[in-house]
């Protein structure tokens, strides 16, 4: 089994920075697939930043050069640094893994690994 537990989430004025963390446990593996995604409120969960097997990276077009995914080499712990944080960034943030690849659209359907998440929220 993996368990997910994210941390780091907090208020920031917009403009600000935040990084986010995500402790892995359990059954840790090389071959994990792993994301970040979102949810705002009254609003679908939409992924925000994925990084492969390999460590290659995606990222949805509204975070570009203002989010890094990252994680740890021993892939216990997931990262999200974010920066020039504006309102449209609030939400709920949650970390996601499966093992293996994944087809690289940022697919919540791809996952079957997810934390309980932590708010974020952009004040402007």
């Known amino acids: 089994q993996v368990q997910l537990v994210e941390s780091g989430g907090g208020s920031v004025q917009a403009g600000g920075s935040l990084t986010l963390s995500c402790g892995v446990y359990?059954?840790?593996?090389?071959?994990?697939?792993m994301a970040w995604f979102r949810q705002a409120p009254g609003k679908e969960r939409e992924g925000v930043a994925e990084?492969?097997?390999?460590?290659?990276?995606i990222y949805t077009d509204s975070v570009k050069g203002r989010f890094t995914i990252s994680q740890s080499s021993g892939k216990n712990f997931l990262y999200l640094q974010m920066s020039s944080l504006n309102a449209e960034d609030t939400g709920m943030y949650y970390c996601?893994?499966?093992?293996?690849?994944?087809?690289?659209?940022?697919?919540?359907?791809?996952?079957?690994?997810w934390g309980q998440g932590t708010q974020v929220t952009v004040s402007s």
């Open positions: 990084i492969d097997v390999e460590g290659r990276t």
């Open positions: 359990g059954r840790i593996s090389s071959s994990f697939s």
């Open positions: 996601a893994a499966r093992f293996g690849w994944t087809a690289g659209r940022l697919s919540i359907s791809e996952y079957n690994y």
